[in-house]
């Protein structure tokens, strides 16, 4: 049996991990969750890293060396290859995307199944002033992604820089612009500049064969599993295939500033916009409310941002079919907690667990709708 270890939180209290254990059980079950994966860093570094639960049909459990789809926490991981970039002079974060390149962007002959065709554009003007810090700060003004959208082609719903609204597709024009400018893949550029340096050998934005031996199946709420997607192409926001073990470590290196400096940090951890919106997505997130004020609730450079006592922090959640994940850190203390899981319940448990791992009481969770499943039970009762 592993020894206990002693979990500092922002508020100056400690938990034992032997607490946080049987915590976890306990909300695992109450809430009918496959597999959860947690991280909490102390002092700038990993201290405390486990897994519960099954990974997949076999019932192997899970583990932290074991293949789980990253969602968008694909695109937090992107930002510092951009910041990288922009340390290399290779890109500014202010110079219109479409100048870098010889001819219109609509102009090219797409490479890739859709991701790369962007000749819906050349009706549409103001894609010229799309910048990398909007594509970055989620201001670009195309919609999540072009599926969104009743004629499922790519738009600008608003002038780029004026509003924040959540977009993959803004995060994959930066990427396809990058590889047009550098002449080299999205995966190539993350194994020269992030997943080399850090010897991260289990993460990548396409399905590598190795990953065959090893993999976590995500599962719907009534615990079934989804079919694994290992065909897709790869895409800065949402296609990272990783590890706990490797999220982890490229977690603890932007804390301690191992891939980009102090400074690149703090401008990639700068308010860029504030948020007011009821919530991220959804109708509701084109409401404004003052709910979020007390934190600041602002986006950076790829990743959210939160005002708390303890000074800023810089979060970012993974979603998608059968896997949700969350990681916010908190850089002056050095103190923060990765979750992931292979559920579709896992949001529901996600305010209790960052309560109890580093008492994080600033996460806004309604924005985010981790609805809490106590709650949750109630609202499906009432129906």
Known sequence: MAQAVTLKRIDGTVISSDVLEKEVDLLMSQAQVKGLEIAVFNDHQVVYKKSFGIGNDALKPLHPAMNIYGASLSKNLF???????????????????????????????????????????????????????????????????????????????????????????????????????????????????IFGPLRLKNSAYTWLPHFEADYALGYNKEGKSYEKDKDNEARAASTLETTLDDYAIFLEAVLQNKLISRESRDQMFSPQIRLRSVSQFGPMSRQDTSANDAISLSYGLGWGLLKSPQGWAAFKEGHGDGFQHYCIIFPDSGTGMLIMSNSDNAESIFKKLLELGIADQYTPWKWQNYIPYQVSRVYSMLK
């Not at 719903?157 to 597709?169: K, Q």
């Not at 002449?183 to 194994?191: H, V």
Request: glycine share 6%; hydrophobic share 30%; proline share 7%.
């Open 79 to 193: 930002a510092v290859l951009a910041m990288k970039l922009v340390e290399e002079g290779l890109l500014n974060l202010d110079k219109p995307l479409q100048e870098y390149l010889p001819k219109p962007i609509y102009d090219y002959t797409p490479q890739k199944k859709w991701q790369d065709d962007y000749r819906a554009l050349r009706t549409e003007s103001l894609y010229k002033n799309i910048t990398a810090r909007m594509c970055l700060d989620h201001t670009t003004g195309f919609p999540n992604w072009r599926w969104d959208n009743p004629d499922q082609k790519l738009n600008i719903a608003f002038p780029p820089g004026s509003r924040y609204s959540y977009s993959g597709e803004g995060m994959v024009y930066l990427q396809t612009v990058l590889e047009k400018i550098t002449g080299k893949s999205l995966e190539q550029l993350m194994q020269e500049k």
